[in-house]
């Protein structure tokens, strides 16, 4: 199965600031990755489909690039309630994969 | 506006059995398939299997095979979640989450149920 592994662990970052994730995959995944928002106690929310798209209703400041192995979410300006854990997952290959995620904390 | 919505926490003894419901409403409930993914505590997100209540054709990760079963019911808009011969490790939260696409599995999920906790304890 395909590993996705993210990076950094953590990110330390204060409210107006960018921030850039990126998730790696053990093998090509072309472009049949998503991005989700979790916060605590809550279901994980639906960013970016495709590597690039943002899904309904999903803000600007999010943006998502990426083909191959490598992807990168961005968040160009950390709004408050972007505080919270990013995952990825891949479709390319059976079984779907998530990675391991991204705490984006405020500093 | 699609809402999945799911049964209750639950406590359950080591190898016994564990029944999760996913109640759909609005939208297509046979167009779209509905998957289940777990997240035991403070960790990741791992996929168990789908259903396409379409076609009722159920899949499964190799991982659960055999110990897993996902239905749906489409005159009460339900998938159900069976898990069995239940160990410590499978303590988790277990979601249900809806394919982003109508009529095909594209494998993104656009809503989710709300969790459910699953304890698996002595």
């Known amino acids: 199965e395909i590993v996705l592994t993210q990076s950094p662990g953590t990110l330390s970052l204060s409210p107006g600031e960018r921030a850039t994730l990126s998730c790696r995959a053990s093998q090509s995944v072309s472009s049949y990755l998503a991005w989700y928002q979790q916060k605590p106690g809550q279901a994980p929310r639906l960013l970016i489909y495709?590597?690039?798209n943002r899904a309904t209703g999903i803000p600007a400041r999010f943006s998502g690039s990426g083909s191959g192995t490598d992807f990168t979410l961005t968040i160009s300006s950390l709004e408050p309630e972007d505080f919270a854990v990013y995952f990825c997952?891949?479709?390319?290959?059976?079984?779907?994969?998530f990675g391991g995620g991204t705490k984006v904390e405020i500093k | 506006q699609v809402q999945l919505v799911q049964s209750g926490a639950e406590v359950k003894k080591p190898g016994s059995s564990v029944k999760v419901s996913c109640k759909v409403s609005g939208g297509n409930f046979r167009s779209n398939g509905i998957s289940w993914v777990r997240q035991a505590p403070g960790q990741g997100l791992e996929w168990m299997g789908e259903i396409f209540p379409l076609f009722g054709t159920a899949n499964y990760a190799q991982k659960f095979q055999g110990r897993v079963a996902i239905i749906a019911d489409e005159l009460t808009t339900t998938a159900y979640m069976e898990l069995s011969s239940l160990r410590s490790e499978d303590t988790a939260v277990y979601y249900c989450?809806?394919?982003?696409?109508?009529?095909?599995?594209?494998?993104?999920?656009?809503?989710w149920g709300q969790g459910t906790l699953v304890t698996v304890s002595s």
């Open positions: 997952q891949q479709r390319s290959n059976w079984p779907l994969t």
């Open positions: 989450a809806r394919d982003l696409c109508s009529t095909t599995s594209c494998q993104m999920f656009d809503n």
């Open positions: 495709d590597a690039s």
